[in-house]
């Protein structure tokens, strides 16, 4: 949806320059990178900036193609159809974003195929109707590779259909930048913030499933500008949400303590 409020984003490449060529040509984007990298966000941020409606799917592994296309509804004595958002998406010339793809079922996602390449059409059997894409729709969808490999991975003939956008975690200047854009926090916690990610990160001995994301930073830069003492606000803001394991709390708390 389109607000009034500019979404804070902070560019780490060009990534901007590339949504605005891929809008241009109507080429479907895949948003590559880790959990609170700013995928969201950026695109949030381009739907202000191009005055788009922007239209968000999150996927699981319970989503079907009727929750995308659309499905009849029975109201008193009728039977009447209801269009799934990717349908409206398709006819009002939204941006449309799949959150997580490959959560989603196999067989939902040929759902998108013909969106994806010349045809720019969405068919829908229960109607027996093919809807022509408007020209301002835009496919986007997110994907997170390092957390999917080996459990699930999106097919070939999906990837293949997309162009790609990595989003890393921004480098220690641009991550500091964003915190302090966020949050209004001081720079000398933002960066104190940004050092203890980056030395999580480079853990793995950890075991962690995901590691410490901007976002997690930006929750604890809000909690700490509203008062919060530091290694609490880390506590409960970071490592809790990280993992269950006692001995790995202890371990993200201890380093935590010693740089704040």
């Not at 605005?20 to 381009?46: H, V």
């Not at 659309?70 to 009728?78: Q, T």
Request: glycine share 6%; proline share 6%.
């Amino acid at each position: 949806m389109l607000t009034t409020k500019i979404p804070y984003y902070e560019p780490i490449g060009k990534e901007v320059e590339i949504f605005q060529m891929a809008a241009e040509n109507s080429l479907p984007l895949l948003l590559k990178g880790p959990t609170g990298s700013g995928k969201s966000r950026f695109l949030e941020f381009m739907a202000h900036q191009m005055g788009r409606k922007l239209i968000t799917i999150l996927c699981n592994d319970e989503t079907s193609a009727v929750d995308l296309v659309g499905r009849f509804l029975v109201k008193g004595s009728d039977t009447v159809w209801m269009d799934g958002p990717l349908t409206t998406g398709v006819k009002e010339g939204a941006i449309v974003y799949l959150d997580e793809i490959a959560e989603a079922r196999p067989d939902t996602l040929v759902t998108i195929h013909s969106l994806t390449d010349h045809r720019r059409t969405l068919f829908i059997e229960r109607k027996n109707e093919e809807v022509i894409a408007h020209p301002n729709f835009l496919l986007v969808a997110s994907y997170n590779p390092g957390y999917q490999k080996g459990f699930k991975e999106l097919k070939p003939s999906t990837k293949q259909r997309f162009l790609g956008m990595d989003f890393p975690y921004p480098k220690p200047s641009v991550e500091e930048k964003i915190i302090v854009g966020e949050t209004g926090i001081s720079e000398s916690i933002s960066k104190k913030l940004v050092q203890y990610a980056n030395l999580v990160r480079h853990k793995p001995e950890l075991g962690l499933a995901e590691t410490v994301s901007t976002r997690l930073l930006v929750s604890c830069a809000k909690l700490i500008a509203k008062g919060l003492p530091s290694r609490l606000a880390g506590r409960t803001a970071i490592i809790l949400p990280l993992t269950d394991d006692d001995d790995t709390v202890t371990a993200l708390q201890d380093s935590f303590d010693l740089i704040f």
